[in-house]
């Protein structure tokens, strides 16, 4: 008891309650004394019950705080919706897949039907030769594109291998505009990117880092340079300066990749509007699985001729775009600026650049790529896409 008194009066320790056997032997307690005593320590023992309770919700609360913020909340609301767009659209083009090969089945059994025993892969391989010939003499390659796009391009319908003039190639049937808007439909494509070996468009490996980025750049410094605050711009930066191109290409391939992408992750009508007419996707690209990197070419008439010889250029793709990035030419100036001033003093992009690569007519290519790839420029007014450089 001497030891206790001590610590109490220093202010170092509180009293401890005495034991029902400490005061025992003592003095014997009355009942009111007993009574007391274990109220005392049900007392004791309810407050460090509570002040147990209060320090573990104390820290449930600075882990919620920590990980379960608004902002954090909204993010990952953000990469699910994008995840189940994602989900809908590989859903729409597995049923493109299935038509596409059920298409063929059909196409491969009409000669079966004929009676020809003679019919050889030979045969077939001239058929199939065929087909890609009454392709191109009965599509108009040289019609002006139509302004509103998707669902009006290449109508031509390619004739049946077979002599039933009833059987009609699915791939070519133009879009219905009536079940699925222009907006929603994204093409095919044969990308994997649940894996990191991609070389083109690798950003999509990462979707929970672009989806929560802008739908407009807030600066065209961002694909200049670089940038810490989105990583979709900077991702494409990055892609871009694998390639020798000045800061015109640059900027306007950077611009309409970003936007085009930003569409791809979240299809809606105002990403889809803020596509220029020549990038919005054509009904080939609609039904022709192909990469996605197809799809950024500035010419609907070179998209759609890649994608048909794209079992030709596969294993030299990188060859292949290395020496289209070194061909591919915006139609301005050498010696004029692209960047300006606005009111609050920011870099903007000039309004006539913008212009400039806002429109198809604003490509060129030069005469070396047409000369040595000729049969992807099949069909188009090369007086009209060839550039001349200085």
């Known amino acids: 008891m001497h030891i206790h008194l001590c610590r109490l009066c220093s202010g170092t320790l509180t009293p401890p309650i005495p034991s029902f056997h400490d005061i025992k032997a003592s003095h014997p307690m009355s009942s009111n004394e007993k009574k007391r005593l274990r109220d005392r320590r049900s007392q004791q023992n309810l407050r460090e019950k509570k002040l147990r309770h209060v320090a573990q919700l104390e ?58 025993s003679s019919h050889d892969l030979s045969s077939l391989y001239k058929e199939l030769s065929n087909r890609e010939a009454r392709f191109s003499l009965q599509t108009d390659f040289n019609e002006s594109i139509p302004q509103h796009g998707i669902s009006s391009l290449l109508n031509a319908p390619l004739p049946a291998v077979s002599t039933s003039p009833q059987i009609r190639s699915p791939s070519l049937e133009p879009l219905s505009a009536e079940t699925t808007p222009p907006w929603n439909q994204i093409p095919p494509h044969t990308d994997d990117f649940s894996t990191r070996t991609m070389i083109s468009c690798p950003w999509f490996i990462y979707p929970e880092l672009i989806i929560p980025c802008p739908d407009i750049p807030s600066s065209p410094l961002d694909f200049l340079y670089g940038t810490k605050t989105n990583p979709l711009a900077d991702m494409i930066h990055t892609a871009l300066q694998r390639r020798p191109v000045r800061d015109p290409e640059r900027l306007s391939t950077g611009w309409l990749t970003y936007h085009f992408s930003r569409w791809v992750i979240s299809p809606s009508p105002e990403t889809y509007g803020r596509l220029p007419v020549f990038l919005r996707p054509v009904q080939g690209q609609m039904t022709v699985p192909h990469p996605l990197v197809l799809d950024f070419l500035p010419w609907p008439r070179i998209r759609l001729n890649l994608i048909r010889r794209w079992h030709l250029y596969s294993k030299d793709r990188d060859d292949l775009f290395g020496f289209m990035a070194c061909c591919v030419k915006i139609r301005w100036p050498w010696n004029e600026t692209i960047l300006e001033r606005n009111e609050q003093n920011e870099l903007c992009i000039k309004k006539a650049f913008y212009e400039m690569f806002m429109t198809e007519s604003g490509w060129g290519l030069t005469p070396d790529f047409i000369r040595r790839y000729p049969d992807l420029v099949e069909g188009m007014d090369i007086n009209q896409i060839v550039i001349e450089l200085f």
């Open 59 to 116: 820290k449930q609360v600075i882990h919620c705080e920590q990980h379960h913020s608004d902002q954090g909340v909204q993010r990952l609301l953000q990469v699910i919706e994008g995840l189940r767009k994602q989900n809908e659209t590989l859903l729409k083009r597995q049923k493109s897949l299935k038509s596409l090969v059920n298409s063929w089945e059909t196409e491969l059994d009409e000669p079966a039907a004929t009676g020809d």
